[in-house]
Each structure stands twice: as structure tokens, then as C-alpha cells.
């Protein structure tokens, strides 16, 4: 056999080898509606929303690097319509990174501050390491190309889809994805699920303002029974609500835990998660403390 055709087999296995090992990047679907999906993959990252519309699909996240195609795959399994619109609800690179694998025809749409985010794709509050930055080699290709301060609606009728900003939280950029005629909303991180959350104050994230944001988002939005979160199950209106609550009670504990003289390590050892939030994540001790920092540098910077 000739070298080059034994180079030519060599090289056609190491791609097969490549193309199986991708194939561990499994896409798991959750149905709400006939037109709404949920896709979740284990080391995928955020949860992914799919939106069927009558001519198009719009999607919310892309989960981290790597996954966009994954995604594209399942949603040609779902329908025949094309990718029209994403939205990404905030810049954290497990929510966006899939963005470089769809095509040039999508509106890539965001709040303005999680566009200037994403663009800078700073490490986050607690890493020393910069994300990812999947759009450095795409010549910006999968940034917003389009944006919005504090409402913006897509669409109308049944394929309408409304776009509110309530203030910082998860960060400084955190859009409210709502599906008015499923009666659902896409919360990002900004309800990440029942636990502690991850306050990035090194991309705009607040401790002081995330429970009068998310109660406003809570108080203002309509006419909606089932919540996206970020990274967790389903959830209800009524437990974001008391999600406003959970973190109201946080910043509570420390504004208490500083009035009486306690440093932060003092404060995170001394607290223990409340019984009252029922089915509520163990806390990250870790994630404790780094949240009562971004706290206290707010208040006291």
C-alpha cells in the first residue's frame, strides 16, 4: 500500500476519533408547550430556551464553548423552521459562547450592558482568569447587533416576545426573557435557581440591588406561571418572589453582621441558610463568603 494512502486512512480515523469524541456533548430536551423547549447537557452550562415561531426559532443562550452546534443539531430535530433571533440574557461565557456557531442571518439581541460585556469579557468576581473569548477569532460575529436599555418587545401575537431590565443582579446586564402567550418567562441567572447566587460585581453584579430587582421583575411582569431559570429546574411566580426574599434576608444578615463590628469571615461562618427556604440548594461556603464580600465592598466602597 502506497505511504499516502496509508496517511489518507490515518488521517480519515483521527477525524472519526474527533467527530465520536463530540459526540459526549449530549443536548437533553424538555418539552413545555407544543412551541417551547428547554435544552439542558451535562457541562453544557445555562439552560437553553427554544421558541418555535411561525416562520422562525428563537433561541435564548447558548450554553458554553462548543455547544453551539450540539444546539443546532436538535433544534433541525425539532423543526424545519430557521434560527431567526438569540437572545442572550446576560455575558457570562456559559450562556453565549454558542453564539460563534450560528449563522451570519441571525439577530444576536441583548441588553446594552451585557453587550459592552461581552465585548470586554472580563474575569469574574472571585477569578483571576479571564472566560473564554469565543468571538476573538469570529471577527465579532455572535456579539449583540441589536440592543435595548429597558423594554423592547419581538414579534407579535403568539410569536411576540418581551425583553425587560429591572436593574443589576447576576450582573449588571440581566434581560427577562418572556413568551407572553405561553405564559412564560426565561430568567437567565438572574434566577439562577433555588440557592445562593453567584453576585459577579466585576461585570456590574449587585448584592444591594438584586432583591429590589428581582421583586420588581416579580411585581411588574404579567400574566406568567412557569420561570426558565438559569441553571436550575422550573419554577414558579411565587417562588420568585420569595427568591426577592431570600436575598433581602442575605443582605439583612450583613448589614447586621457589620453593625455590630464582624469582619466577613465572621459573618459567613456564623450564617446558616435559613429553614424557611424549602428545597433550596446547600450553600457553597465559598460562594457564601465571596457574596458577602461584593456585599460589604458595596456598602462600605
Known amino acids: 500500500m502506497k505511504r499516502s494512502v496509508v496517511l489518507a486512512i490515518v488521517v480519515m480515523l483521527s477525524l472519526a476519533v ?17 412551541n417551547l423547549f428547554v435544552l439542558r447537557g451535562e457541562g453544557g452550562g445555562g439552560n437553553t430556551a427554544i421558541f418555535v415561531t411561525t416562520d422562525g426559532v428563537v433561541v435564548v443562550d447558548t450554553k458554553n464553548p462548543g455547544w453551539g452546534q450540539p444546539i443546532l443539531t436538535q433544534i433541525s430535530a425539532l423543526t424545519s423552521n430557521p434560527v431567526t433571533t438569540l437572545i442572550n440574557t446576560h ?11 450560528f449563522a451570519t442571518t441571525v439577530e444576536f439581541v441583548a ?26 477569532n469570529t471577527n465579532g460575529h455572535g456579539l449583540p447587533t441589536r440592543t435595548f436599555t429597558d423594554r423592547m418587545s419581538l414579534g407579535s401575537g403568539p410569536d411576540q416576545v418581551d425583553l425587560y431590565y429591572f436593574g443589576r443582579a447576576h450582573t449588571g446586564g440581566d434581560a427577562w426573557v418572556v413568551f407572553p402567550s405561553l405564559r412564560t418567562l426565561h430568567a437567565g441567572d438572574a434566577f439562577l435557581g433555588k440557592r445562593v447566587p ?78 424557611k427556604y424549602v428545597g433550596y440548594d446547600p450553600p457553597n461556603a465559598a460562594g457564601v463568603k465571596r457574596n458577602i464580600q461584593v456585599i460589604v465592598d458595596e456598602l462600605e466602597g
Open 18 to 34: 474527533v467527530v465520536a469524541q463530540d459526540t459526549t456533548k449530549v443536548i437533553d430536551v424538555e418539552q413545555l408547550e407544543d
Open 91 to 101: 455575558s457570562h461565557g456559559d450562556h453565549v459562547s454558542g453564539n460563534v456557531a
Open 111 to 136: 441588553h446594552e450592558t451585557t453587550k459592552a460585556n461581552m465585548e470586554a469579557m472580563r474575569p469574574y468576581t472571585g477569578r483571576t482568569e479571564p472566560p473564554v473569548n469565543v468571538f476573538a
Open 198 to 275: 453567584f453576585l459577579d460585581a466585576a461585570n456590574g453584579g449587585s448584592g444591594v440591588a438584586i432583591p429590589d430587582t428581582v421583586q420588581r421583575a416579580h411585581d411588574t411582569i404579567q400574566n406568567v406561571d412557569t420561570i426558565i431559570t438559569g441553571h436550575g429546574t422550573q419554577a414558579t411566580w411565587a417562588e420568585l418572589d420569595e427568591w426577592a426574599a431570600f436575598n433581602r434576608d442575605f443582605l439583612a444578615m450583613v448589614r447586621a453582621g457589620r453593625a455590630a463590628g464582624k469582619t466577613v469571615d465572621q459573618i459567613a461562618s456564623g450564617w446558616t441558610q435559613p429553614a
